[in-house]
C-alpha cells in the first residue's frame, strides 16, 4: 500500500522561509518523478514544482520560479520543497503527489496517481 505523507507546514510571517517535506512508502520512491502541489480555499489546485528521477531535471509554475526549490533524497524517499520569500498569496494547503513515470514531469494533475493529505502553509498579511 502506497502511502504520502507531507509535513513541516506552518504558520510564518511574510518574507519568511519555510521546508515543507513529504514521505513516501510502498513503492520504490527513486523510480518516479515527484511534484508539490497547492490549493487555496476556492481555486483550483496548482502545480508548483516537479522533480524527475536521480533529480536530473526539475521545472517550476512561473508562480514560484526563483523562490522556491524542490528536491529529494532517494536514501530517505523524502521529497522537500524550499520556499523562501514567501507571501500573503502563498497561503494554501500544500500536497505531494508520486508521477506515473520517471524520467519527466509535469505540471498537470491529472499524471498523478499518489496524493498525501496534504499540509497548510499560512502566511498572514
Sequence with gaps: QVQVVESGGGLVQAGGSLRVSCTVSGLT????????FRQAPGKEREGLACITRRSISTYYADSVEGRFTVSRDDAKNT????????KPEDTAMYYCAVHS???????????YYYWGQGTQVTVPS
Design 29 to 36: 520512491f527513486d523510480n518516479y518523478a515527484m511534484a508539490w
Design 101 to 111: 513515470e520517471g524520467n519527466w514531469c509535469s505540471l498537470r494533475p491529472q499524471t
Design 79 to 86: 521529497l522537500y520543497l524550499q520556499m523562501n520569500a514567501l
